[in-house]
């Protein structure tokens, strides 16, 4: 048998022995088969260790954003940083920033929401940007708009920060949330991704709430059930997408619920994130409720027209106690962040889970 056979009977035999998960290396770039969507859920699995974790360094990451880099506000552990998602029923390719960036030559990426997808658009950014670190880029922020563009390839990837997704207004009577208007969506037009997520704001109160009012059917309320109040918006938004969005042209997403561990879970002592250093690893350890805004994140999607595919994010996160700022975000000790996420970290799988929906179908 010469040679050019052998290696022919050998990728048979693998072909054979790995029927649901083929990794091949052509020309050093992975080029995995597509995963069985209908006999595996990749949103269901655990956290493991994987020593080749992190995905990139974020010292050669140079537009992070400073309350999201623990390591160089001086958190001393990096447990955090070696854990890999592990699906039950599969594999998940591992991230190419290659395969991502030829994919997707001359698109337009777009996220739309608050500072958790801040966190999940500068993680996409660094995960490409490692993966051709010499490529040329340029990064503009006009308003509420950054768009971080490889020039070389011709993609742009967006972030417009919009908390609510609807409207919030400033008019003689003060700052207004209009849970029915949704003028502020003409900005996505015409993209060909969209990864929407929303939830953090709605709980705030006090000097922090950014509205002063809220309008819904033509009526004027002080205040109202923050999660009726929701649901309101979801459906509005719910609305544009299906009237607005051309399915052959542009796919949707919405990020799950992100979770905020600054309060007590399961032992008396955990007050908040704060020297959290693993994760919980299975998730029979995990007592927590299905989270009240992903149920109906969920409830409105099940009702939509159009398929949006929900990065369903909010459990394999819960998971990740360790995995906050906690007083290693805004430089360092200046407060306790058990909403964000330290880079690296979990908003890299998140984009890895993206990846294997936007190339995996």
Known sequence: MDAAASILAALLLLIIQCPHHLILQINGESNVESINKQKCNIYQGRWVKDNSYPLYDPNKCPFLETSFTCQRNGRPDRFYLQYRWQPFACNLPRFSGRNFLRSSKGKRIMFIGDSIGLNQWQSLNCMLHSAVPQAT???????????????GFDLSVMLLRNAFLVDLVSDKRGRVLKLDSINIASTWKGMDTLIFNTWHWWLLTGR????????TGNKIYKD???????????NTWARWIDKNVDQKKTKVFFQGVSPDHARDWS?????????????????????GSPHPAQVILERVLNKMSTKVDLLDITTLSQLRKDGHPSVFGYGGHRGMDCSHWCLPGVPDTWNQLLYASLFQD
Not at 224 to 234: G, I, N, P
Not at 267 to 287: A, E, T
Request: proline residues 5%; contains cysteine; glycine residues 6%.
């Open 208 to 215: 922090q709430q950014p509205w002063d009012l809220i309008e």
């Open 224 to 234: 109202m059930d923050r999660l009726v109040a929701y649901e309101k918006a979801l």
């Open 137 to 151: 880029y340029t990064l503009t922020r006009n308003k509420g708009l950054s768009t971080f563009k490889f020039t």
């Open 267 to 287: 032992k008396p002592s955990w007050k908040n994130c704060n020297g959290q250093k693993q994760p919980f690893l299975g998730r029979s350890k995990y007592k």
